[in-house]
Every structure is written in C-alpha cells, then in structure tokens.
C-alpha cells in the first residue's frame, strides 16, 4: 500500500510540472525529532548504571543510552530515546497549480541538512485558502534519507501539516509539521523502532 503511494506522489510531482505557473524558493530552520528504541535479550547480569551503546544509537543520536536496573539472566532490556537536532532545509515549489475554487497543489522539493539525517523531501500539498493572507496545508511526503546507515531503510513516507501567511505578493511565511509514519528499522516492530519528526519554519519566495 504506501509502495502505490509513493509512487502517486511522484507521479502527481511529474504531472505539476506541466500546470505549474509560479516558481517558488524556500529555506527556513528544520527541527527533527528522533524517536528510537531498541529491545533486547540480556544473557548476562548488566551494572546499574552502566551506560549501553549501539550502533544505531552512536549513529543517529550521537549519545548513549544509560539504563539503571536489576535484571536476571536472559532478560528483555528496552532501550528508548526521544532526542531533536536542528539544522535547515532549502527548496524550489511549484504553486498556482488550480484544483478548485480556493483550492491549490502544491508539489515542491526540499533539501534538508540535520545532522545524520541529510535527506531529499518530496511533499505534494494541497493548499486551501483560508482568507486572502492565510493558507492551510496538508498532504503526503517521501523523504528520501542520504547517508543512511546498515539496517535502516533510505525512504521515509510523512504526512504534512501547516500553514501559511502571505506578507506580499511574492514572499510568505511557512510552518510546517512533518510527521513520519514509517519505523526506519529494516526488522522492526512495535518495540523496535526509529522514526523521525520534522518542524519546519521559514520563509518562501515567488517568481512570477
């Protein structure tokens, strides 16, 4: 199911083109959230305290995870971690794509730089007019990870929140929510997972 929605989304980016009347530039500071956690079978008695390293871990968050317990032999041992990094994105839209009275597409490609997290994002939106100023957004994203590392996946698929307001013709400011829905793990679950969240603020420049 999200391999047929991604493969829309790409195709509704290729078929914009064609209708697209406004070129927009973006750029703007990028907040990620990095949800991830670990379960494990301990064979051994741990040290309170002690803190515990994983590739993954040393990877992506850069730190350790340090439990603090009394376990016995051949224990589950979870490992949980919720840490954020900023960095920035630039991007190129495409807008005045009209669908309905008030109602736009808005496909766009944006670089983000986060620290072990480099990635293509491709969001195709539909944006609503909510008054002359304010716009609403919302609509799926592929996030194509640069530098991923052994057992995590290089696509991420998103859903889209945020709004807009109009300063002037030609420039706005944007706010957006990017929500990951897929768990980046290769063989993960439920107790296993990495998943990434982005908060985007910026600003966007019309060429008419």
């Given amino acids: 199911m999200k ?38 079978i301990h064979t051994e008695n741990p040290t309170d305290g002690q803190p515990t390293d994983t590739d993954l871990t040393t990877k992506f968050t850069n730190s350790k995870s340090t439990t603090s317990y009394n376990s016995s032999i051949n224990s589950t041992v979870n490992f949980s ?16 794509i009209n669908l309905a009275d ?15 997290f480099n990635q293509i994002q491709v969001p195709v939106l539909a944006s609503y007019n909510i008054s002359d100023k304010f716009k609403a957004k919302v609509g799926p994203s592929l996030g ?15 859903i889209d929140f945020g709004l807009s307001y109009d300063v ?18 290769d063989r993960g679950d439920s107790d296993n997972y990495l998943k990434i969240n982005n908060i985007q603020i910026g600003l966007s420049y019309s060429f008419n």
Avoid: H
């Fill in 3 to 40: 391999t047929i929605i991604k493969l829309t989304v790409l195709m509704c980016f290729v078929t914009s083109l064609t209708f697209a009347q406004k070129l927009k530039v973006t750029g703007g500071v990028n907040i990620m959230y990095i949800d991830y956690a670990v379960s494990t």
């Fill in 81 to 96: 971690k919720t840490s954020s990094e900023t960095g920035f994105y630039l991007g190129l839209a495409l807008a005045d």
């Fill in 102 to 116: 008030k109602l736009e597409l808005l496909p766009e490609v944006r670089l983000v730089a986060v620290k072990d």
């Fill in 144 to 158: 194509f990870l640069l530098d991923t590392g052994e057992g995590v996946k290089s696509t991420n698929f998103a």
């Fill in 168 to 185: 002037s013709d030609k420039i706005s400011i944007d706010a957006r929510y990017d929500w990951g829905q897929t768990n980046l793990l």
